[in-house]
């Protein structure tokens, strides 16, 4: 049985730094696309970053992009999403998620198939 583990979420300050890992059980991260996506309160899920299985590359949403960085920690099978300057634009929960889609879909919902239950992640103004 696959499962994704979140944790690192906090109430951090505008501009500051956080990071969110995520331990996958059942499958091999490098193996598989792992992808990052938030929610706030309201709104639908929404892309943030993603890792493409055997060093596919990197993507990332406009949004975050040269503020976040997804990697994959191989030995110990998690991937983390660094996240710099932060916004309050940021808030939401963080999702986890493992699939194997093809490239064109690396930014939807319905690319992957297992997903974890998600860290809370509020940034204060």
């Known amino acids: 049985q696959v499962q994704l583990v979140e944790s690192g979420g906090e109430l951090v300050q505008t501009g500051g730094s956080l990071k969110i890992s995520c331990v996958a059980s059942?499958?091999?991260?490098?193996?598989?696309?792992m992808a990052w996506f938030r929610q706030a309160p309201g709104k639908e899920r929404e892309f943030v970053a993603a890792?493409?299985?055997?060093?596919?590359?990197?993507f990332y949403a406009d949004s975050v992009k040269g503020r976040f960085t997804i990697s994959r920690e191989n030995v110990k099978n998690t991937v983390d999403l660094q996240m710099n300057s932060l916004e309050p634009e940021d808030t939401g929960v963080y999702y986890c998620?493992?699939?194997?889609?093809?490239?064109?879909?690396?930014?939807?919902?319905?690319?992957?198939?297992?997903w974890g239950q998600g860290t809370q992640v509020t940034v204060s103004s």
């Open positions: 998620a493992s699939g194997n889609g093809i490239l064109s879909s690396i930014r939807y919902v319905s690319a992957y198939n297992v």
């Open positions: 059942g499958r091999t991260v490098s193996t598989t696309n």
């Open positions: 890792i493409r299985r055997y060093g596919g590359g990197t």
